[in-house]
């Protein structure tokens, strides 16, 4: 069934799987490395901006909803050429029929981080979203609240925790736009998915988030 449905859902249909061949390699390994650098116990502001740059975002205006609410929360990396693409064939569930980013993403990819583009892309319908559907490429890693409480990890796309920490409120929000609402629907949207296989992934690797403390690195082998 899970099969079928990815097939249905667009041009990618190796995608969310093994290949997913829109995605630009050394950009995402570069973005997964640099995400396990970031260190989520620093208020919240902080914690946002270096997460935008270890995705390989410039920090600007148009990034400034980037990890900052309960959708905008997968570091894509896509190949030069996938960065036009738009959701007029992978037709993801909840998104615009358009959402044409483009010209985003060539404006505030950084070059440091290799070829092709990066962008925050929206998780909705995970993991049959516009990272894997869209673009076709796996993110490099994925904000999630565990449980939408106060606990932040970094995941990759196997459920492997790159990072993880309770950013500070620090008189605002986390994040910033919807606060404990905007991180309840973030883990709504994993613990509803269809797919059994990553929501098992992100409920496992959440619990051992909260098992093993702040600054956990934890690879799913372990669990």
């Given at each position: 069934?899970?099969?079928?449905?990815?097939?249905?859902?667009?041009?990618?249909?190796?995608?969310?799987?093994?290949?997913?061949?829109?995605?630009?390699?050394?950009?995402?390994?570069?973005?997964?490395?640099?995400?396990?650098?970031?260190?989520?116990?620093?208020?919240?502001?902080?914690?946002?901006?270096?997460?935008?740059?270890?995705?390989?975002?410039?920090?600007?205006?148009?990034?400034?909803?980037?990890?900052?609410?309960?959708?905008?929360?997968d570091c894509c990396?896509?190949?030069?050429?996938?960065?036009?693409?738009?959701?007029?064939?992978?037709?993801?569930?909840?998104?615009?029929?358009?959402?044409?980013?483009?010209?985003?993403?060539?404006?505030?990819?950084?070059?440091?981080h290799g070829d092709?583009?990066?962008?925050?892309?929206?998780?909705?319908?995970?993991?049959?979203?516009?990272?894997?559907?869209?673009?076709?490429?796996?993110?490099?890693?994925?904000?999630?609240?565990?449980?939408?409480?106060?606990?932040?990890?970094?995941?990759?796309?196997?459920?492997?925790?790159?990072?993880?920490?309770?950013?500070?409120?620090?008189?605002?929000?986390?994040?910033?736009?919807?606060?404990?609402?905007?991180?309840?629907?973030?883990?709504?949207?994993?613990?509803?998915?269809?797919?059994?296989?990553?929501?098992?992934?992100?409920?496992?690797?959440?619990?051992?988030?909260?098992?093993?403390?702040?600054?956990?690195?934890?690879?799913?082998?372990?669990?």
């Amino acid at each position: 069934m899970i099969a079928a449905a990815a097939t249905v859902l667009g041009v990618y249909p190796d995608c969310p799987g093994a290949s997913c061949t829109g995605t630009a390699w050394d950009r995402h390994y570069a973005a997964r490395e640099a995400a396990r650098s970031v260190d989520l116990n620093r208020p919240w502001p902080e914690v946002r901006k270096a997460l935008v740059s270890a995705c390989g975002l410039q920090v600007q205006e148009s990034t400034s909803h980037c990890f900052n609410d309960f959708n905008h929360v997968d570091c894509c990396t896509m190949q030069s050429e996938q960065t036009q693409k738009t959701n007029e064939e992978s037709k993801v569930v909840g998104m615009h029929s358009v959402n044409f980013l483009g010209d985003h993403i060539v404006d505030a990819s950084l070059k440091s981080h290799g070829d092709g583009g990066s962008w925050c892309t929206c998780h909705l319908s995970a993991p049959h979203d516009v990272c894997h559907k869209q673009f076709g490429a796996r993110p490099a890693f994925k904000l999630v609240f565990c449980h939408g409480g106060g606990q932040a990890a970094l995941m990759d796309d196997d459920g492997n925790i790159l990072a993880s920490g309770k950013p500070l409120p620090e008189g605002g929000t986390v994040p910033e736009y919807g606060g404990e609402r905007a991180r309840k629907q973030l883990w709504g949207v994993l613990v509803k998915s269809k797919n059994e296989t990553m929501t098992s992934r992100w409920l496992r690797s959440c619990d051992a988030a909260t098992a093993f403390g702040d600054g956990a690195t934890i690879y799913r082998d372990e669990l």
